[in-house]
């Protein structure tokens, strides 16, 4: 991607490039897709997903395998299409496993983090044969315990938690005390238990230091880190470990500041690592965000527009409740979403920005903006670098409104890949006492 301009506009030319004044994705243009679909929703384009796998696995080469890490966005249709690819899967829980199962991921392609693994997550994917990401010595007790009653072998590798925290990476989830993984210090202990246990399979080790990495050297520090201890504990197990997983967390430009992840160094720097390592490991990472933010637009629509005591406001029909992390949720500085409107690419900011807000009654419903931008009601606003971690790190529940579609855009093909949700679905589930379930 080309640097210089604001990231929307750098974005709308790498990636959008048939807009002029309007945004299209894939072939279609923004306000037919948002007439056909409803507003608000979220539209991906195929062709940038493939383009995004395409990129890593050619900067990283054969020998690493490449996961899909389901969490950024949990939708089959969108799975299927990068295991077409030739992706795999990172799941997160039973459900995920259930979501890539529906895009023809088999378990075998399958690997599972998180550090609270029981019932039936671990009943189904013992049942599916997917490899574990082990996080602490009591939850390996568990998965033996559970392999033995399912009469399985459970397919294990244990995750490390380095003593130091990746650097550059913007949210960190390793080092110190962690509630991810397994401590360097305990690791020989721990795989000298799983060689012991009954019913489970020690294939290897898994390391996730953090998500937004925009430092390649960074991460290649724990990618090396983790070979090291791979050597190491294959020294003091007297056999080579068969797989290691590096994971994910190549960052993606969302503010206007943030330079890209330089893959192409990455990749170079880890073809190296593993060549000198051996040839006879598996090796793979776990990428969401990178995979597909940026194959994602949230499309809204301003409902109204309104003048408060000298400042204006527009009120959009999708909010925090749709897509939290544009209003800046889990995040210290709430920093603005590259934004455009949709229909007006080239017009001018405009001297008198609007505050932007969705439609819940709470403050932190609000879309921090980078500069403001004139508004008129009515027109069509998108948040693009929206397909990662967008209405799955939402609160859906909150107010009752219905989620959004998905859409899935492949040149001129259009497809509803998730159906909006109804005014009904507050109900879902929900019970009065008494009542028959
Ligand atoms: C264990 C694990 N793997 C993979 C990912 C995906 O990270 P990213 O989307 O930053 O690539 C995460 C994100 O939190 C994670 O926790």
Redesign the pocket.
């Known amino acids: 991607m080309t640097t210089g301009g604001t990231l929307a506009s750098r974005l709308l030319a790498a990636r959008f490039p048939r807009s002029d004044d309007e945004l299209v994705i894939g072939a279609l243009p923004a306000r037919a897709l948002a007439e056909r679909f409803g507003t608000p929703c979220y539209v991906f384009d195929a062709a940038i997903l493939r383009e995004n796998l395409a990129a890593v696995r050619e900067a990283l080469g054969p020998r690493v395998g490449v996961l899909f890490?389901l969490?950024?966005n949990p939708n089959a249709a969108v799975a299927q299409l990068l295991h077409a690819g030739g992706a795999g899967a990172?799941v997160?829980s039973a459900g995920e496993i259930h979501v890539a199962l529906r895009a023809g991921i088999g378990g075998e392609a399958m690997q599972f983090?998180g550090p609270g693994k029981h019932g039936e997550d671990l009943r189904l994917a013992l049942r599916e044969g997917v490899l574990l990401n082990v996080e602490s010595a009591a939850e390996l007790e568990a998965i033996a315990a559970a392999a033995r009653e399912a009469g399985v072998r459970a397919r294990v590798a244990l995750r490390v938690n380095p003593p130091a925290s990746m650097t550059g990476s913007r949210m960190r989830?390793s080092g110190g005390s962690a509630k991810f993984g397994i401590d360097a210090g305990a690791l020989e202990d721990v795989a000298r238990r799983a060689e012991a246990l009954d019913g489970v399979a020690l294939e290897g080790l898994h390391t996730?230091a953090g998500?937004?990495t925009f430092d390649h050297e960074g991460w290649l520090a724990n990618a090396r880190w983790l070979v090291e201890r791979a050597r190491a504990l294959d020294a003091a197990l007297g056999r080579r470990l068969a797989s290691l997983n590096f994971?994910?967390?190549?960052g993606v430009p969302v503010f206007d500041k943030d330079t890209p992840f330089d893959l192409a160094a990455a990749g170079e720097g880890l073809r190296a690592l593993i060549d000198e390592d051996g040839a006879d490991r598996r090796y793979h990472v776990?990428?969401?965000?990178?995979l597909v933010a940026e194959a994602g637009v949230f499309l809204t629509r301003v409902t109204y527009l309104k003048e408060s005591n000298g400042k204006r406001f527009a009120i959009l029909d999708g909010g925090m409740n749709q897509h939290a992390a544009a209003t800046g949720m889990g995040t210290v500085i709430r920093r603005a979403y590259p934004m455009v409107r949709a229909t007006r690419l080239k017009a001018p900011a405009g001297e008198e920005g609007c505050q932007l807000g969705g439609p819940l009654c709470t403050p932190a419903d609000v879309f921090p903006t980078a500069k403001g931008l004139e508004l008129e009601q009515g027109e069509l606003v998108a948040f693009l670098s929206s397909g990662?971690y967008g209405l799955t790190f939402s609160n859906v529940l909150f107010l009752g409104h219905p989620a959004p579609a998905e859409v899935l855009v492949d040149g001129e093909v259009a497809e509803v890949v998730r159906a909006a949700g109804r005014p009904e679905d507050a109900l879902r589930g929900q019970r009065l006492p008494g009542e028959a379930g």
Do not use: P
Request: net charge neutral.
């Open positions: 890490a969490k950024a990172e997160a983090a989830m996730y998500t937004q994971g994910g967390g190549f776990e990428l969401g965000r990178y990662a």
